[in-house]
């Protein structure tokens, strides 16, 4: 039983902490100066049965070791628990070989919002990376935590739950049954293996919008030896040879009907060996196991292929050959877990900020996955917004934080809220906030409960750990306009439409608004906006006819009318349908002036249309 003098302890605590942390008299800390300053309040002021710990961290992922070094840091007894032998994780397993931290922008400069941890983790390492390298950074930067413990080769059998809160968990470690006990966890596993014992309620891939069994590709790198650096560097001396290494591979046919090249490029490794990271594995299954297997065995088959392509066209790639495939292949997306809040596209849009917040990102929304044949279609391209604690906290147990790509995110807005560096920096803010629970002790709930002024502290406090937070107010602007996106008439339309991937901006933000449209763009996305907002609506009929509209055409006021028309079954008299439609309340949804009969019809209008005709067949 954890011996706690809790009044006594938690008066010292809070004195130290509402000076340090409210009024901010010390500067950051981060690193050893942290765990050395909360060390003084944390060490030798708890004791801990055999089997008990302040935290418990489950999975051996770049965000778990995050979570679980974060916490030991404080002070507090914390246990990292993996099923693995060692800490490579999906790093390992998937070859990954190069990761560069997000970048913001914030008051008009660029900022890395990936500071902390993550640079403690890979700022040694070069701009690529080996397996070995990493292994080498994680096991120096764990065998610092003299509070840390770690159970490899350790599964998850079972849990006890009671009044919303996880008391322990059952584990098999080494052929032993082992109950071990908490005051606070963190599922850093990839697929939420705790959460799935604790019966988080979860959604698969992109069933948030309608579309199951669909789900971001999956990326296969592989190694190659033999590679004549030599040669490599001649070539470079006269011409750009990544630029020419990236022209032969997107120019290569893949044989895999499901196997795309996207974003060539490759990372030395040593002596003659490097890692190719080019191969994409769409529309693939991630929840049957059967349809990864085969889709892991296309891309083996593919890349023993493109080794041989390369021997062929590029002179350093003579004499090479297929070294080693991954262990598996990188499956960025698979469950979404429900939590307090959930991050949509609408908050990435607006660069939204939050009081409690655990991370600033920025990378794009990437709606590619529904596109299926390797097209860019990026629906945002955010300066920076803040992912706040609430979609780390289930929503239905109240001491356990699940960082990582599997938040509670709406599956496009994981596409970048669920990018590597995000994910190691939810990963030590999981692991500081785990710790502040205990020395407080509240459950991470109890702090989506605070005030204003405690979540600020509680915010300063997560600074001082190493975490960059910075209050923003950023505005994302359209290319087409040069205004802020939030102020178009239009802009209601547009956060529909984004939330359920319909419509692109790009990296540049740009949305058209003012531009012309023609009859297919509005029928295709007519038709997209009706499957989505009212399903049960579609059929085939409303399929032909507006199929029978997609041509090239100049979009009029009058084809717009009779499309719409003919797809909510409104009779009229050809040539007419302007008049007719005029008098519907959907008309008046458009400003004044906006639309003719014979006048062209803009972007901003036709995302209006869209929805709003949508909307009337719900």
């Known amino acids: ?116 941890f993550y640079k403690e983790l890979f700022g040694t390492l070069r701009t690529g990376f080996t397996a070995e390298d990493y292994m080498a950074s994680v096991d120096k930067l764990v065998k610092k935590e003299n509070n840390l413990e770690i159970l490899y080769n350790c599964r998850l059998t079972d849990v006890i739950l009671e009044d919303r809160l996880l008391k322990s968990v059952k584990v098999s470690a080494n052929g032993q049954e082992k109950v071990l006990s908490a005051a606070a966890y963190v599922d850093a596993t990839q697929w939420g293996d705790l959460l799935e014992l604790c019966e988080v309620p979860y959604t698969l891939g992109s069933e948030d919008l309608n579309m199951p069994d669909v789900y971001m590709p999956l990326a296969f790198n592989f190694m190659v030896s033999g590679v004549k650096w030599d040669d490599m560097r001649q070539i470079q001396k006269t011409s750009d040879f990544i630029l020419q290494f990236r022209e032969v591979l997107t120019a290569y046919e893949p044989f895999y009907k499901r196997t795309k090249i996207e974003s060539p490029t490759f990372i030395e490794q040593s002596e003659d060996k490097l890692i190719i990271s080019a191969i994409s594995q769409w529309g693939v299954d991630v929840n049957d196991p059967q349809d990864v297997k085969q889709a892991y065995a296309d891309a083996t088959d593919e890349a023993m292929l493109l080794t041989a392509y390369l021997k062929n066209v590029l002179t350093p790639f003579a004499e090479s050959t297929f070294a080693a495939a991954p262990e598996e292949l990188f499956i960025p997306e698979y469950r979404h877990y429900a939590g307090r809040y959930t991050l949509t596209v609408a908050d990435i849009l607006e660069n939204r900020d939050f009081a409690g917040k655990i991370a600033l990102a920025s990378s794009p929304v990437d709606a590619g996955k529904f596109v299926g044949n390797g097209l860019s279609y990026i629906i945002t391209d955010p300066n920076v917004y803040a992912i706040p604690l609430g979609c780390i906290v289930p929503v239905n147990v109240d001491n356990v934080l699940m960082p990582g790509a599997k938040a509670s995110f709406k599956s496009l807005a994981a596409t970048s809220a669920g990018y590597i560096p995000t994910r190691i920096t939810m990963g030590e803010s999981a692991g500081l906030t785990a710790a502040w629970s205990f020395l407080s002790n509240i459950t991470p709930a109890d702090i989506l409960g605070m005030g204003d002024e405690e979540l600020q502290s509680f915010e300063s406090y997560l600074e001082r750990g190493g975490i960059y937070l910075q209050d923003i107010s950023e505005k994302l602007m359209d290319a087409s306009t040069g205004q802020p996106l939030e102020n178009s008439w239009a802009y209601p339309y547009i956060r529909e439409l984004a939330e359920y991937g319909l419509l692109a901006g790009g990296q540049n933000n740009d949305f058209r608004l003012d531009s012309e449209s023609s009859c297919d763009v509005l029928s295709v996305l007519l038709k997209n906006a009706i499957v989505k907002i009212a399903p049960d609506a579609y059929d085939f009929k409303i399929g032909n006819i507006l199929e029978a509209y997609e041509t090239g055409d100049r979009l009029t006021g009058e084809k717009a009318a009779a499309m719409i028309l003919d797809t909510l079954g409104v009779s009229y008299t050809s040539g007419d349908a302007f008049a007719t439609f005029s008098g519907l309340d959907l008309y008046r949804k458009v400003p004044e002036g906006k639309l003719t009969k014979d006048g062209g019809v803009t972007m901003d209008v036709v995302y209006c249309l869209a929805v709003e005709t949508a909307r009337l067949m719900e």
């Open 1 to 116: 039983i954890m011996k706690r003098e809790r009044i006594i302890k938690l008066l010292l605590v809070g004195v130290i902490l509402f000076f340090v942390v409210r009024f901010g008299i010390m500067p950051r800390l981060s690193g050893s100066s942290f765990r050395d300053y909360l060390g003084k309040i944390a060490t030798d002021k708890y004791t801990f049965a055999e089997n008990e710990y302040a935290v418990i961290v489950v999975g051996s992922e770049p965000e778990g070791i995050a979570a679980a070094v974060a916490s030991a840091r404080t002070g507090l007894k914390t246990l990292l628990i993996t099923e693995d032998s060692d800490l490579g994780s999906y790093i390992k397993r998937s070859m990954i070989a190069d990761i560069k931290p997000d970048e913001g922008i914030i008051a008009g400069k660029k900022e890395n919002l990936n500071r902390g």
